[in-house]
């Protein structure tokens, strides 16, 4: 069984690069984040930027496991196993310290497009179906995160106080800064840990992508099935050629201007531009 980790910030197009591959019969995609399962051992750190030092080899032990479950429930069958743990782009070394043998897949969204994105989400309360589903999916194997999860069911808010990735920090910003500019701030900070991560892996284990060039050629599909080794892709492109949407890229339009977040362009620019992406301007 071959792992595969698709890192993105969130609203990045994470889940649908996982499903459009897990429409494969080789694959099992993990249909939820696990983000409670990567903090195992580590539940009371202030933020999902864990490092290798912050393993032990009971963790490590428990991480593949968890995995490899989840895998078999989804697949029998499955030669590879695909995760999208949005979090996970904070702790890349965290990740192939327990599995050295996967190949991770990068992909990067237009920061402004990002920011408005879950601006827009975060304080939505996730449909009780998918609630009651991810609960019976994963959480019986975690007491604690049981415990967690029916605590916010039962008071009517399953979305934590911070949606997405925790960087470091951002329970200090989220009390003095505004929404927008926390979500900008999340993706810069999950973007430049990308980066660094993706320089420090060897070629044959990443990938790099865009968004953007995903949603716009299918030839972006082939090269990330090429890369994972799954044959015969063409349940891959019968699944992308039927959810990719036109308009998709158009996306990119509906973003906040510097003007009516003056602190975008401070928080953003610099790893918009290092990512080729137009800077925020100001009206």
Known sequence: MRFGFIIGAGRSGTKFLRDTLGAHPSVAAIPYDLNFTWRHGNEKFPDDCLSPDQLTPEIESYIRRQLQKFGRKINTNAELVLEKTVSNSLRVPFCREIFPEAKFVFLIRDGKSVTESASRVWDQVPPLSYRLKKLFYAGFSEPS???????????????????????????????????????????????????????????????????????????????????????????????????????????????????????????????????????????
């Open 145 to 283: 995160y049981l415990m967690w999860y029916l605590k916010n069911m039962y008071s009517g808010d399953s979305s934590a106080a911070i949606w997405g990735p925790r960087y470091m920090g951002v329970d200090t910003d989220i009390k003095k800064s505004s929404l927008e500019e926390v979500a900008a701030k999340q993706w810069r900070e999950c973007v430049n840990a990308m980066t660094d991560s993706f320089e420090s892996l060897p070629e044959e284990s990443r990938l790099w992508i865009r968004y953007e060039d995903l949603v716009s050629s299918e030839e972006v599909i082939r090269e990330v099935a090429e890369f994972l080794e799954i044959q015969n892709v063409s349940p891959v492109l019968e699944n992308y050629r039927g959810n990719v949407r036109k308009g998709m890229n158009d996306k990119a339009n509906r973003v906040f201007s510097g003007e009516k977040v003056p602190g975008l362009p401070n928080i953003l620019n610099e790893t918009l531009l290092r990512h080729d992406y137009a800077s925020v301007t100001v009206d």
